[in-house]
């Protein structure tokens, strides 16, 4: 295994991104071949990731992956000079109830991975009492392995000093001081960034990123803490769910799981992505057609016009299988309202009706149990997946596609639907749950 480091922090919004934006850019363009990963269900960031790296990024999730998964996504580092992991939350911010083999924490996938811990912390308004909390965040799993913490928008020399004084006396090593800059900021949507395709200048932000990384942060000191346990010999990614698969992919669906994609093509299948927006078909020849999830909501009039599209689509739900997830799953239905109240017809092979109109959140990681077979999988499967919309059922009146409860164990109405050759789920899969 290569070894990594884990960036983390001890909440959202201190600047984890940015750090680990920075330093992908940074490594790579000093030659090294650099991995990078997501803790954690997030469908957005890699793809940031894949950006300033050159690499795919990939998710390890303890709640969602079991061992076989796990292995078989580690595994994607092979080749890799180093690996660097982004961690979701705060370090220790997990679910209540245990997964397939722990709670979905970044603190879980740093142990699990022997990579040390990278704690960015948002140094204003305090200077010494930082220490103390580097220090809580650092006894609180005395066995997780740190690497020090990098101290993100200090405001002046005098700052930094204060602030080293309390490090040095908690005994944790200082990696890097970033300056307060407002102009480091990534455009966010909803809980989370834009998608990376949608970012208007992308590469001169990533570079940027990585200019100030290289002078603010000590580069040689963070290569010499990476760390990594000797993991199994991986195993498989993903079979496909069919040979040939006609793929959604636009500004309106876009959101895969990287370790699907990337296991249905070393699988021997053929992706062949097309455009709803542009009003393109999917491939005839395809065997399935799947609707990632993204914002259709934001585009709800231009898919509502791509009449060739839509026809296509149901032309080919005639006789051969067509799944939506979350935004896709919405497009497949009956009808979706905007935020403006405007009703828009989507493709009507599903009954289903959303509205943005009144926005209510769902957010959490799905455990469901087919009750009729999906691409894929056969009824009776559990699959684990992750849901993220802010979207109000108004209407779901087909036969429901599976049992879904929360990573608790409560059950939740976003049930999927199924009718003839068509399904749909609110969660995006991630994986299919390893036999008992």
Known sequence: MSAGLLISAPSSGTGKTTVMLGLLRALAEEGMVVQPFKSGPDYI?????????????????????????WQAIAGQ???ADICIAEGSMGLYDGVATRGQQGFGSSAETAQAMGWPVVLVLDVGGQAQSAAATALGFRQYMPDLPFAGVILNRCASPRHERLTRLGMERAGMPVLGVLPRRGDLTLPERHLGLIQAVEHPDLEAAIAGY??????NVDLEAIKAAARGHALPAPAALPRPPAQRIAIARD???????????????????E?????PLEDEVPDPGADLVWLPGGYPE?????????????AALRKHAES????????GYMALGAALIDRQ??????AGLLGLVTSYETRKFHLGYRRATLSAPMPGFDAGAALRGHEFHYSTILDQPDTPLAQVTDADGTPVPETGSTRGTVTGTFFHLITGEDPQ
Not at 49 to 67: E, I, K, V, Y
Not at 341 to 346: I, S
């Open 45 to 69: 960031d890699p793809a940031f990731h894949r950006a300033a790296s050159g690499r795919h990024s990939f998710n390890l999730d303890s709640w969602a992956m079991g061992p076989g998964l």
């Open 77 to 79: 580092a092979a080749g």
């Open 210 to 215: 990585a200019s100030f990384l290289r002078e």
């Open 251 to 269: 500004a309106a669906f876009s959101f895969t799981y990287p370790h699907l994609l990337e296991g249905w093509q070393a699988a021997g299948a």
């Open 271 to 275: 992706i062949r992505p097309f455009s």
């Open 298 to 310: 934001l585009h709800a009039g231009t898919l509502a016009a791509a009449t060739r599209f839509r």
């Open 320 to 327: 051969k299988p067509v799944h939506g997830e979350c935004g």
């Open 341 to 346: 109240g405007t009703r828009h017809e989507m």
